[in-house]
């Protein structure tokens, strides 16, 4: 008898002739998200099964239920295909159901694509329920409103499975590329980067730091925000970029009401070079219309000017309330919240401009003359890992 949890899923289905491509991705993202624990992954009849050590049995748990393209799991059972052996597992699955206090209705679904098993899915269905009425106290048949389903799939063997844990859905881990995530200490830019992990998309992240005005601590707020998204996205890396020669290069030739845009301006460009060196292919901003100043129309217009790559933006469409939603689904908004800014919060001007002229904007922009800053900042990149990050910022 082994143990093993099936997985589902679902979008991954509609790929056609791309459809094992999405798998192989998928089952790639579930060792890696498990080093060091011995696990089998395989698939067959669109399912994905991983067998595993009885120790590893919690870990494995949460480690599926934060990989993108699981739409579900359950732990499951494989025998032979003999009756004796499936009652068997019948048995123990359903006596782990009601341990659990799942309830007492259930309902035995048979599903037999092996024709040559010489009962019929009924007749296994029936069986299975009568041993269950039998040697189980307190169990009833409740085939319209069950508080668990006993599934049971005969193929080319037996495998028996019953409820099902969710999984975040989506597409798998690096199925749709690479892309850079310009992530801040704020709320916005985790869950963006989460949205877009889930849509596919591996994701390395920069944060443009600015000693000696950012502090130390902000630095450790973005670290921890980068160990909670290397829950679901395996293989994420931080870049710590020093911007402080930057920051003051706008500080001594631009309007204050400039700052900030020609700073946002300043990262895009950087960050389509870091892009480059690290095969990305897009950028990810945590950007909203309408939010703040430099999210207008124009202010994006002028900001995505700089990019010499798609610029993703997956909150732009939605309000704060519904971002603060999801950062506290993360367990990232207690961290975003933490009192230890970012430079562009700490030199936002009092005034800035809410519909720039893009045409002078740009003007103001070659002015900075910051070309050499950045290919400067460029050698000097901190990369860390999210083992390797400091302790978190509290």
């Given at each position: 008898m082994d143990r093993l949890f099936l997985v589902k899923y679902g979008e991954i289905a509609l790929k056609k002739r791309n459809r094992g491509a999405?798998?192989?991705?998928?089952?790639?993202?579930?060792?890696?998200?498990?080093?060091?624990?011995?696990?089998?992954?395989?698939?067959?009849?669109?399912?994905?099964?991983?067998?595993?050590?009885?120790?590893?049995?919690?870990?494995?748990?949460?480690?599926?239920?934060?990989?993108?393209?699981?739409?579900?799991?359950?732990?499951?059972?494989?025998?032979?295909?003999?009756?004796?052996?499936?009652?068997?597992?019948?048995?123990?699955?359903?006596?782990?159901?009601?341990?659990a206090g799942l309830g007492g209705r259930f309902k035995a679904e048979v599903r037999r694509a092996e024709k040559s098993f010489p009962l019929t899915s009924y007749q296994i269905a029936c069986r299975i329920g009568d041993i269950l009425l039998t040697e189980i106290p307190g169990l009833t048949v409740d085939v319209h409103h069950p508080d668990w389903v006993l599934n049971v799939e005969i193929r080319e063997r037996a495998y028996l499975y019953g409820r099902e844990y969710p999984g975040p859905a989506g597409l798998?881990?690096?199925?749709?590329?690479?892309?850079?995530?310009?992530?801040?200490?704020?709320?916005?830019?985790?869950?963006?980067?989460?949205?877009?992990?889930?849509?596919?998309?591996?994701?390395?992240?920069?944060?443009?730091?600015?000693?000696?005005?950012?502090?130390?601590?902000?630095?450790?707020?973005?670290?921890?925000?980068?160990?909670?998204?290397?829950?679901?996205?395996?293989?994420?890396?931080?870049?710590?970029?020093?911007?402080?020669?930057?920051?003051?290069?706008?500080?001594?030739?631009?309007?204050?009401?400039?700052?900030?845009?020609?700073?946002?301006?300043?990262?895009?460009?950087?960050?389509?070079?870091?892009?480059?060196?690290?095969?990305?292919?897009?950028?990810?901003?945590?950007?909203s219309l309408g939010q703040v100043a430099s999210q207008t129309v124009e202010s994006m217009h002028f900001t995505g000017s700089l990019a010499t790559l798609p610029v993703l933006r997956p909150l732009v469409g939605m309000n704060k309330e519904e971002i603060i939603a999801l950062a506290r689904s993360l367990e990232t908004f207690e961290i975003s919240n933490l009192p230890y800014p970012d430079c562009c919060v700490l030199f936002s001007p009092d005034h800035p401009l809410i519909h720039p002229d893009v045409a002078r904007m740009t003007r103001a922009y070659q002015k900075l003359d910051v070309g050499e800053l950045l290919t400067e900042a460029l050698g000097q990149i901190d990369t860390v890992s999210p083992v390797t990050a400091g302790a978190d910022a509290t």
């Open positions: 999405f798998v192989r991705s998928l089952k790639d993202s579930v060792r890696a998200k498990l080093p060091g624990v011995p696990v089998h992954v395989w698939e067959t009849f669109h399912r994905v099964f991983v067998r595993y050590d009885p120790e590893s049995r919690e870990r494995i748990i949460q480690s599926l239920g934060r990989t993108f393209g699981v739409v579900s799991f359950s732990d499951a059972l494989r025998v032979d295909n003999e009756m004796p052996q499936i009652e068997d597992a019948a048995r123990e699955l359903a006596r782990g159901f009601a341990a798998p881990t690096g199925s749709s590329g690479r892309g850079l995530l310009l992530l801040s200490g704020g709320i916005d830019s985790p869950v963006a980067g989460y949205m877009m992990a889930k849509r596919g998309l591996a994701i390395e992240a920069v944060y443009f730091h600015s000693p000696p005005f950012t502090s130390e601590m902000a630095r450790r707020k973005v670290e921890s925000l980068v160990r909670v998204l290397a829950g679901y996205v395996p293989g994420i890396v931080l870049h710590v970029v020093n911007f402080t020669p930057v920051l003051g290069r706008i500080r001594e030739r631009a309007r204050l009401e400039e700052t900030t845009l020609l700073l946002r301006a300043c990262m895009m460009e950087f960050s389509c070079l870091l892009a480059a060196r690290r095969a990305a292919a897009c950028l990810v901003t945590g950007e």
